[in-house]
């Protein structure tokens, strides 16, 4: 069993900053790639920023440029750095780790999610 903990919304006005962590615990055999996605109010969950194991990423058009992304595997932990933020980015704040076990399967867990509000 693997648990997710995220941690670091809030509230902040735009223009401010944010860090939000995700650390992953339990029977850990390897990860893959790391994301976070977010969900606002009446619209569907998006795919925000990714890193894979090689610490290739993604970003959503909306962030780049304001978003950084990065992980420390020796803490199994995922970060969102997320500068310059706007309002339009307040959303509840989810992360996503794939789990390699030793058999070669993999599955998706998912933080509790973390609110962050951007006031104008």
């Known amino acids: 069993q693997v648990q997710l903990v995220e941690s670091g919304g809030g509230l902040v006005q735009g223009g401010g900053a944010l860090r939000l962590s995700c650390a992953a615990s339990?029977?850990?055999?390897?990860?893959?790639?790391m994301g976070w996605y977010r969900q606002a109010p009446g619209k569907q969950r998006e795919l925000v920023a990714a890193i894979t194991s090689g610490s290739n990423t993604y970003y959503a058009d909306s962030v780049k440029g304001r978003f950084t992304i990065s992980r420390d595997d020796a803490k199994n932990t995922v970060y969102l750095q997320m500068n310059s933020l706007k309002p339009e980015d307040t959303a509840v704040y989810y992360c996503?780790?794939?789990?390699?076990?030793?058999?070669?399967?993999?599955?998706?867990?998912w933080g509790q999610g973390t609110q962050v509000t951007v006031s104008s």
């Open positions: 996503n780790v794939q789990i390699r076990y030793s058999d070669a399967t993999v599955y998706n867990y």
């Open positions: 339990g029977s850990i055999f390897s990860i893959n790639a």
